[in-house]
């Protein structure tokens, strides 16, 4: 079988498959990113990078993950240590990762386990009159040593390139923001807690801060209507915003900054179909819904692990069960994702840390909606019904007669 694409997922799913006996080729095309999105891990891939026996390799150059930190305003700050969420079955932290070698470290794992990795890109081609895909004749010639013929199945695993929903026209739903992020390393940042991902609201949209072992990963989420008062080129805005904002002033002010600024546009986008015949997607090919809570690595590798169940299956059901499971993965994060941004997650923080001091049934039931909702942003429940369901109870009942525009992200 031939997986497009060598990151992360697609190496995750190599890995696995080769173990299972498959012969598998990964058509991959090397490229220097100066930056990539994705350098904050959650609870929930740890279990992953052992099952892969990259975790040692990935501790050694990464920077230890105790917990996340949210910044509403000046006066209300959000600490969330992973060791006080009780999220059973997860280890209580996970790794700030520079992406570059962490990236490389999956690449060179699905070299050992006997993936052969062919370093062209893949040209995919329709097959008149029908949905299946196959290489173009140049690109079967150029990975030669691993296949003689077509490969009964190709995985498309390109990310945001998307190669078989475009060449399909596979049909896709459309979130209902499209703002710009920027980002780049600064040498230097102030956080709350060390080691934690610090999210904070901003007077425009939101910001990340990720501690990495010798530098602060920085970036800014913000409407694209908002950017042409910071400046007329990416590197002005984002300078210009790390230093105007009201929030953001406070911690960057004196950063200086040690790589070009990447942008792109955070779109929030789903393919509604995942497999079709000899062909299947995964990671942000099948979608991608927001870099906020660190969940784009976290559904793909999960849904790695669950296409190489089910191919090593081979049933229809198999296929259609991972898709099931991978599109309710991808909308359960689309309503977590909803709530942040409408502000009714914070005002329920808000709420929450009131009644706790007030009343004795908030203090019955706490424990309970914390392992619940810890679970849920630690990736360990993202995925599950009673959790999600507890939440959206919450969200809808929880805000008492607080109004949550004040705590929405512009």
């Known amino acids: 079988m031939a997986i497009l694409g060598g990151g992360p997922v697609a190496c995750t799913l190599a890995i696995l ?23 904050s891990l959650v609870p929930a891939i740890i279990p992953i990078l052992r099952l892969l ?36 079955k997860l280890p209580p932290y996970a790794y700030n990762t520079p992406r570059d070698r962490f990236d490389e470290t999956l690449l060179q794992a699905a ?23 196959q290489l173009s004749r140049e690109t079967l010639t150029a990975a030669a040593e691993v296949f003689s013929e077509q490969p009964d199945l190709i995985v498309d695993a390109t990310g945001r390139a998307r190669v078989l929903p475009k060449l399909l026209n596979l049909p896709s739903r459309k979130g209902p923001r499209e703002d710009t992020a920027l980002f780049a390393h600064v040498d230097r940042a102030k956080v709350t807690d060390e080691g934690h991902v610090h999210t904070t609201r901003l007077d425009h949209g939101w910001s990340w801060r990720i501690p990495l072992p010798d530098r602060m990963s920085v970036g800014v989420i913000i409407g694209t209507e ?48 995942l497999v079709g015949d000899g062909w299947a997607l995964v990671g942000d090919t099948a979608g991608f819904i927001d870099p ?34 991978v599109l309710h993965h991808l909308e359960a994060w689309h309503e977590i994702v909803g709530y942040f941004y409408s502000g009714r997650l914070f005002t329920s923080f808000q709420v929450g840390d009131i009644l706790l001091k007030k009343s004795m049934l ?11 909702f810890g679970a849920i942003f ?9 959790s999600l ?10 805000m008492r007669d607080e109004d949550p525009k004040g705590c929405m992200i512009n």
Do not use: C, W
């Not at 930190?69 to 059973?88: E, G, V, W, Y």
């Not at 008149?128 to 895909?133: I, L, Q, S």
């Not at 210009?240 to 546009?265: A, H, I």
């Not at 630690?378 to 009673?386: E, V």
């Open 362 to 372: 908030m203090r019955i039931v706490f424990p309970h909606m914390q392992k619940h």
């Open 53 to 88: 026996g990259v975790e040692d390799e990935v501790r050694s150059y990464s920077l230890y993950k105790p917990g996340a930190t949210i910044n509403l305003s000046d006066t209300f700050n959000l600490s969330f240590p992973f060791a006080n969420i009780p999220a059973p």
């Open 111 to 133: 070299r050992r386990e006997g993936a052969k990795v062919i370093e062209t890109g893949a040209e995919v081609e329709r097959v008149p009159g029908t949905e299946r895909v």
């Open 292 to 325: 906020v809570f660190s969940s784009g690595l976290l559904i793909g590798m999960q849904g790695a692990v669950v296409l190489a169940s089910a191919i090593r299956k081979g049933s229809a059901q198999a296929f259609k069960s991972y898709e099931a499971e």
């Open 17 to 39: 498959l080769v173990r299972a006996g498959l012969r598998v080729g990964i058509l991959h095309r090397p490229r220097k990113a100066a930056l990539l999105v994705g350098e």
């Open 389 to 398: 369901g507890l939440l959206r109870m919450v969200m809808k009942h929880g």
């Open 226 to 273: 908002f950017l042409p008062k910071f400046g007329a080129t990416k590197e002005e805005q984002f300078d210009n915003l790390l230093r105007q904002d009201s929030m953001l002033s406070k911690v960057t002010g004196e950063s200086k900054r040690l790589t070009p600024v990447m942008e792109y546009t955070n779109y929030q986008l789903a393919t509604e179909r």
């Open 378 to 386: 630690t990736g360990g429940a993202s995925n599950s019904r009673y």
